[in-house]
């Protein structure tokens, strides 16, 4: 995995935090599947109002993706 300059090896059964508003990437070039679980965190100097706010986008984002899905598949 790929966090700006920096390349990390992921580890079984090992947790990584990274800030995703980096540019990042990660691949799999092993011979088994790898799950990985991934958890979005709001960062913990945001105020009330900016967590609100980024909500907010992300509830609009999520029902125009919704609202384009639906349109294809009809």
Not at 1 to 17: A, S, Y
Request: glycine content about 4%.
């Amino acid at each position: 995995m790929r966090v700006g300059e920096e390349t990390v090896f992921l580890e079984q059964d090992k947790c990584i935090m990274f800030d995703d508003s980096f540019n990042h990437e990660a691949w799999n070039d092993g011979s088994q599947t790898r799950i990985n679980l991934i958890l979005d965190l709001w960062h913990p100097e945001l105020t009330d109002p900016e967590v609100k706010f980024f909500e907010m986008l992300l509830k609009s984002k999520l029902k125009g993706d919704k609202f384009m899905s639906d349109k294809i598949d009809n």
